[in-house]
C-alpha cells in the first residue's frame, strides 16, 4: 500500500484494527489521547467496539472481559494512567489473557508533566503490579513501527498468553511520519481460543482466573508461566544495530532516544570516530545475550535513557 | 429453608472438581449463609431458561470469589470490585451472551463504586446480582459500606459512627435515580415467601437481558452469621429486624416492559471495508518530480509564529510534500504547556536519508511568522542557513551576515492580494520553494494540499498562495 503521513499514535489506532483487534477502551490523557480519539473515530467504522471507560481501571477491567470473551483487545493510557491499570494488568498476566496495553510515556512521579520521558521503564519491564510475572515489551522509534509492533503485540500477545505492552515515549506518539500500512489480516488468519469464556456452547465450562488457593498450585502455575517466560526469552528477541561492526563505543537506547543517538552517531561518524548504535525494540525480552557478546568483545557500552537511570541498572552488562 | 425439596439445578455442576480437598459435593460457604442461596435461585433460573451454555458468570473478590467451583457455565474471576467493568467487556464481545455480574457489599459498594454506578449509567445489558450481608465475609468482619450504625465488626471495634464512617450505604436507592437500569429490587433471603419473591426478582432480571432490555440489578439481604456472630437460627431475625429498617425490600424500578429489546447489528465487515473505513491509500499518486542538486540538501527546518497562524499545518505541509516529492520527512509539533501563551512551533526534517532524531535544534530554514520567533530561533540557524520571515508583522532587522535572510510581506499579500490573511501561511510555503531552490516543486505542493486542507473551498485560495508566495521570493532573490 501507498504511504501516509501520519502521528504515530493515530498509526497505533489503524495497525490494530488491521491487526482484527476487536474492542478499544480507553481514557484521555496528555499526549496517549490522540489514540482513543482515534479509536472512538474509526472503531464504529467496522462495527467495532469504542468506550471511554470511567476510568483506567475500568478500561482495564473492560479489556480484561474482553480478553475473557476470547476478542483482540486493547487500551492505551499515559504513565499516571497506566500506574492504575497495574492491578488488572497482573491479573491478565496471571489469567493469562491476550491483550495489548500502549503505553506513551510522560514525566513523573506523580503528576509530573507531560513532555516525554521514559522513566515508565520499570513499572513495565519490571513489572508494576504484583506477583510473580513478566510482561512483553516492544519498543518502537518511528510512526511505522507504532503500527508494525501494535500489530506485532496483538500477534505476540495470542501466540503466549500473555499481555504486551507497546511502550513509546511522548515524541514518538506525537510525530508524524510516512506509514507503509499492511494488508488487514484476514479474520480466518486469527487463532482459535478454545480456552476463552466466549459465552457459546463449545466454551462454556472455561474457566478464567488467576486465583490458585493451595501454596502448590501456585508455584507450579508460575513455574508454567516462567517455562513460558523462557520460551519467549529464547523465540522473541529484536533488536536493530546501526555502524556497530568496527565502534569502539556503541551507544545503547530505546525509542525517542535511539533517533536521537543515531544522529549522534552520525555526526560523530563524520568526524571519524568508531562509534555504533544498539537499540533494543523488545525491552523484554531484553537483548542481553548480544549486548553482552558486543561488550565481550572489548567496546565500551554508553547507554543514554530519558530518566535518571533504569535500563542500564538492570540490564546493560 | 426450603433447600431440600428441589433437585440440585443441572446449572450446577454434579461435582464440584474444580474445589478440590475431600467434601466435593458441598458448597465451601458456612452453614447458614446467604451464598448459597442466592446461587441456588440464579442456577435454577439458567435451567428454567436453558442459559447455562450461552452465560458467562463473573465472580468478585469476597467469599463468593470460587462461585466458579458451581456454575456449570463461562467462568471468570474478576478483580476486587471491577465485576461490572470486565462484564462491560465481556457483554460487549458477545451481546447473545449472558452475563452475570456476582458482587458483595463489600466488592460492590465499597471499592467497586464507580465501576457498578457507571456500568449502571452506561445502561450495560447485564445482571448484577449483590449480596448485601452488611459486613466483609471473606477477610474476617470487617466493616462494610453497608455496616448498620452502631454495628461492631472488627474495623468498628466501637461501632460504626456516622460522624466518622457515614451512613449505611443504599445501592438500590442510588441506582434507581439512574435513567438507563432497567429494573432495580431488593428482596431478602430470610423466609419462604421472601425467598419466593427472590426467586422471582432473579428470573426477572435474567429474562430481561435475554431479552436484551438492559441493565438489571436486584439487591439481596443475605445472611453471614458467621461474622456476625449470630447463632444461624438467629440470623433470619437479624435480616428482619436490624437489616429491612435501613433496606427496604422492595422494587424500586421497573420499566422491562416498556423497553425495546435491543436490536443487534449483524453486518459484517471485509477487507477492503476496512481499508477504505480506514482512509488508507492504495496507490502511490504520480508524481513527476525531479530533484533539482542546488536544492538545499536535507534541510532541518523551524517554523514558529503565533497559534492561529497556521504553522503547524505549514509544517505538515512541508513534511507531506516532502514525503511526496521521495524523501524521508518528519514533523514534530510543540505540543501542551508550550502552546500555551499562544505561540506555536514545529520541528520539519526532509532528508534524502532515513531520519535520526525529529528534533531541530541548531535549523538549515527559519520559516518565522512573529517578533518572538525571530528572537527565539534565528541565533540558532546554521551558519550558511535561510530564514524566510514575515515583514508585515515582523519588525526586527536581522543581525547575521551570515545567513541569507528574507522579509516578505506573507500576510499583506494574503490579505491584499487573496483577500484572506489566514493563507499566510502557504505564501510562505511559495517563498520556501523558490529560496530553497526547489527542494520539491510547486506540482508536489499542489498535489498535497488535498491532504492537508480540509475545508475543499480553501485549496484553490491556497494554490494561489503559493503562487504568489513563489513571484514575491523570485523578486526579491534576484534584487
Ligand atoms: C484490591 C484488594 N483489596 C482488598 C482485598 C481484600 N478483600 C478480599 S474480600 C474483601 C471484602 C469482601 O467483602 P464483600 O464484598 O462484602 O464480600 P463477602 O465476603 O461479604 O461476600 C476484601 C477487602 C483484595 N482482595 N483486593
Ligand atoms: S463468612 Fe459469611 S459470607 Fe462468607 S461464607 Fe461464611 S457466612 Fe457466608
Ligand atoms: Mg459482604
Known sequence: MAKQFIKGNEAVVKGAILAGCRAFYGYPITPASEIAEAAAYYFPLVGRTFLQAESEIG??????????????????????????????????????????????????PGLGNIAPEQSDYNQMVKG??????????????????????????????????TPVVVMADGFIGQMMEPVEFPSPVPEGDLPPKPWATAGTAETHKNLITSIDLEPDDLERHINNLYAKYAEIESAEVRYEEFMVDDAEL????????????????????????????????????????????????GRKLFVVEMSKGMMVHLEAV | MAETIFRKAKSFYDIYERKG????????????????????????????????????????????????????????????????????????????SVVISYQGDGDL???????????????????????????????????????LLGMRTTTSPHGRKAGNEGYPLGMCELLSTLKAPAYVERVALTDAKHIMQARKAVRKALKAQVDGKGFTFVEALAACPTNWKVPTREANRWIVEMLEPVFPVKLFKDEIESRE??????????????????????????????????????????????????????????????????????????????MRGGTANCHVRISEHRIGTPLVHDSDVLIAFNGPSIDKFAPMVKPGGLILYDSSLVDR??????????????????????????????????????????????????????????????????ERAVAAGMRIARDALAS
Not at chain 1, 143 to 161: G, I, K, S, V
Not at chain 2, 47 to 75: M, Q, R, W
Not at chain 2, 320 to 331: E, K, L
Not at chain 2, 441 to 457: F, M, Q, T
Open chain 1, 250 to 297: 556503541i551507544c545503547v537506547g530505546y525509542g525517542v532516544v535511539a533517533r536521537v543517538l543515531q544522529s549522534a552517531v552520525e555526526q560523530v561518524r563524520a568526524e571519524g570516530k568508531k562509534v555504533g548504535l544498539f537499540r533494543p525494540v523488545t525491552l523484554w525480552p531484553f537483548p542481553e545475550k548480544r549486548l553482552a557478546r558486543l561488550a565481550d568483545d
Open chain 2, 397 to 462: 532587522t536581522i543581525e547575521r551576515s551570515d545567513v541569507k535572510a528574507y522579509g516578505l510581506p506573507f500576510t499583506e499579500v494574503a490579505d491584499k492580494e487573496l483577500g484572506n490573511g489566514k493563507a499566510s501561511n502557504f505564501v510562505a510555503m511559495g517563498a520556501f520553494i523558490v529560496a530553497s531552490r526547489g527542494v520539491f516543486d510547486e506540482g508536489v505542493v499542489k498535489s498535497i494540499l488535498p491532504l492537508v486542507i480540509k475545508r475543499k473551498n480553501m485549496i484553490e485560495l491556497n
Open chain 2, 261 to 338: 429489546s435491543e436490536a443487534l447489528e449483524d453486518r459484517t465487515y471485509g477487507p477492503a471495508d476496512v481499508v477504505a473505513a480506514l482512509d488508507l491509500p492504495t496507490e502511490e499518486p504520480d508524481i513527476a518530480f525531479v530533484r533539482s542538486p542546488q536544492a538545499i540538501k536535507d534541510p532541518q527546518i523551524k517554523v514558529a509564529g503565533f497559534g492561529g497562524q497556521g504553522v503547524l499545518l505549514l509544517g505538515l505541509a512541508l513534511a507531506q510534500a516532502g514525503m511526496r516529492a521521495g524523501y524521508h520527512a518528519t514533523w514534530l509539533p510543540s505540543y501542551g504547556p508550550e
Open chain 2, 109 to 147: 459498594a465499597g471499592i467497586g463504586g464507580n465501576e457498578i454506578l457507571q456500568a449502571a449509567n452506561r445502561g450495560e445489558r447485564i445482571s448484577v446480582f449483590f449480596v448485601n450481608n452488611a459486613i466483609y465475609g471473606m477477610t474476617g468482619g470487617q466493616m462494610a459500606p453497608t455496616t
Open chain 1, 128 to 161: 508494576g503490579g504484583h506477583g510473580n510475572y513478566k510482561l512483553i515489551v516492544l519498543a518502537p522509534n518511528c510512526a511505522q513501527e507504532m503500527c508494525d509492533l501494535t500489530m506485532l503485540a496483538f500477534e505476540l500477545a495470542d501466540r503466549y498468553r
Open chain 1, 59 to 108: 478500561a482495564i477491567n473492560m479489556v480484561y472481559g474482553a480478553a475473557s470473551a476470547g476478542i483482540r483487545a486493547m487500551t492505551a493510557s499515559s504513565s499516571p494512567g497506566i500506574s492504575l491499570k497495574q492491578e488488572g494488568i497482573s491479573y491478565a498476566a496471571g489469567a493469562e489473557l491476550s491483550c495489548v496495553i500502549v503505553d506513551i510515556t510522560r514525566g513523573g
Open chain 2, 21 to 96: 480437598g475431600a467434601n466435593k459435593e458441598v458448597t465451601h460457604y458456612c452453614p447458614g449463609c446467604g451464598h448459597g442461596i442466592l446461587h441456588k435461585l440464579i442456577a435454577e433460573a439458567m435451567d428454567d431458561f436453558g442459559l447455562k451454555e450461552h452465560t458467562v458468570f463473573i465472580s468478585p473478590v469476597g467469599c463468593s470469589v470460587f462461585a466458579y467451583y458451581y456454575f456449570d457455565c463461562g467462568n471468570i474471576q474478576a478483580p476486587h470490585g471491577r465485576a461490572p467493568a470486565v462484564a462491560t467487556g465481556m457483554k460487549r464481545a458477545n451481546p447473545k
